[in-house]
C-alpha cells in the first residue's frame, strides 16, 4: 500500500520569513514522482513543484524547493520569502498507479 | 489557458436522491478523477479513467459511479445520496503523454450538501 503523511495539520510564518512543511511517504515502487499542490481558500487546486524520484536533485520553482530524501522517504517543501498570498492548504501526493494525497497542512502568512 | 469546469459550485439534495456530479475539461487529456475532499482526510480518490469508456475504483467506489462517454467530459453519479456522502467533490484530469504522470489540473470543487 502507498501512503503519503503530513504531520503538520497547521503552520504559521511570518511574512518574508522561510517556512518547511513535512511529508513523509511509503511506497514499494521504484519508479515514482512527488508533487506539492497548494489550495488557496475557495479557489482551485494548482500544482507548486514535482520531483521525479529517479532524479537526485531536488527540484526548485522561484521561491519554492523541495528537500528530497529518497533513502528516508521524505519530501519537504520549503517556502522562502513568504507572502501573504501563500497563504493556503498544502498538499503532498505520491504518484504510482493512482496519486495518493496527504492530508494537507494548512499555512498561515502573518503580516 | 488550461481548463476544467464543474457543474456546480454547491448543490443541495435530499436523501435517495439520484446526484449527477459533471466534469469537462478543454485539454484533450485522456485521465481524469474524482476526488472527495474532507477536513482531516485530505483528497481520496473515487473513480478514474485512463481512456474513453474506461473507468477504474480508487479507495472509495462505494456508493458512486461514473460514466465516460467522451473523452472531454467524466460525470460521477450518487446512485442514492445518503449524508455521509456530504462533501467537496474535485474533478481532476492529466495527460497521458511522455514524461512520466503529468501534472493535475483541477475543477473548482462542488460542495455538496445531503439532507
Avoid at chain 2, 435530499?14 to 482531516?40: I, S
Avoid at chain 2, 474513453?52 to 459511479?65: A, R, T, W
Avoid at chain 2, 467524466?74 to 442514492?80: N, P, Y
Amino acid at each position: 500500500a502507498q501512503t503519503v503523511t503530513q504531520s503538520q495539520p497547521e503552520m504559521s510564518v511570518q511574512e518574508a520569513e522561510t517556512v518547511t512543511l513535512s511529508c513523509t511517504y511509503d511506497t514499494s515502487e521504484s519508479d515514482y514522482y512527488l508533487f506539492w499542490y497548494k489550495q488557496p481558500p475557495s479557489r482551485q487546486m494548482i500544482l507548486v513543484i514535482r520531483q521525479e524520484a529517479y532524479k537526485q536533485q531536488n527540484a526548485t520553482e522561484n521561491r519554492f524547493s523541495v528537500n528530497f530524501q529518497k533513502a528516508a522517504k521524505s519530501f519537504s517543501l520549503k517556502i522562502s520569502d513568504s507572502q501573504l498570498g501563500d497563504a493556503a492548504m498544502y498538499f503532498c501526493a505520491l504518484t504510482g498507479n493512482q496519486f495518493y494525497f496527504g492530508t494537507g497542512t494548512s499555512l498561515t502568512v502573518i503580516p | 489557458d488550461v481548463k476544467v469546469t464543474q457543474s456546480s459550485r454547491y448543490l443541495v439534495k435530499r436523501t435517495g436522491e439520484k446526484v449527477f456530479l459533471e466534469c469537462v475539461q478543454d485539454m484533450d487529456h485522456e485521465n481524469m478523477f474524482w476526488y472527495r475532499q474532507d477536513p482531516g482526510l485530505g483528497l481520496r480518490l473515487i473513480y478514474f479513467s485512463y481512456d474513453v469508456k474506461m473507468k477504474e475504483k480508487g479507495d472509495i467506489p462505494e456508493g458512486y459511479s461514473v460514466s465516460r462517454e467522451k473523452k472531454e467530459r467524466f460525470s460521477l453519479i450518487l446512485e442514492s445520496a445518503s449524508t455521509n456522502q456530504t462533501s467537496m467533490y474535485l474533478c481532476a484530469s492529466s495527460s497521458a503523454k511522455a514524461g512520466g504522470p503529468g501534472e493535475q489540473y483541477f475543477g473548482p470543487g462542488t460542495r455538496l450538501t445531503v439532507t
